[in-house]
């Protein structure tokens, strides 16, 4: 089972879809919208509500950007590594360009305050981000694996 499908499914992460849905602001992006801007601070967390959203990290060669590992779909989290790393983003993220979609938003600092004042909560957060770390590893290795061998 993935992290995709642990926000969903009526495990301990619930917890985390039901905060967003009360602290989270919606935004709704349009075929093609950047959310995420590779090497720009990220200053909220995602949640996915609808539609997809594609990964995309700029060729050194002709300074373009590629899409990488894939797609991103409701239920994920965005935003995560930004928080706990304290770094800006690594990748862009632009809405898919055959349709529309939806993220709930919270800023990095509520985020970090709701963290705080319940530790249930976090531990919630904390598990499915060490889920979500471990399916991202196995995504990029395999990734990487494709592109030696070819």
Request: glycine fraction near 10%.
């Amino acid at each position: 089972m993935g992290a995709r499908q642990s926000l969903l499914d009526g495990n301990s992460s619930d917890m985390i879809e039901l905060f967003f849905l009360k602290a989270g602001r919606p935004r709704y992006l349009q075929p093609g919208d950047r959310l995420i801007t590779e090497g720009h601070a990220v200053p909220s967390v995602f949640l996915i509500t609808e539609g997809e959203l594609v990964l995309k990290k700029r060729s050194e060669k002709d300074r373009r950007d590629k899409v990488i590992g894939g797609s991103r779909f409701q239920g994920e989290l965005l935003g995560e590594l930004s928080l706990l790393l304290g770094q800006p983003a690594a990748i862009s993220v632009d809405a898919a360009s055959t349709g529309k979609a939806a993220v709930l938003e919270i800023p990095q600092s509520d985020m970090v305050d709701m963290l705080i004042k319940d530790p249930t909560m976090a531990g919630g957060f904390f598990r499915l981000l060490g889920s979500t770390l471990g399916e991202r590893t196995t995504e990029m290795s395999a990734a990487m694996r494709k592109t030696v061998v070819n």
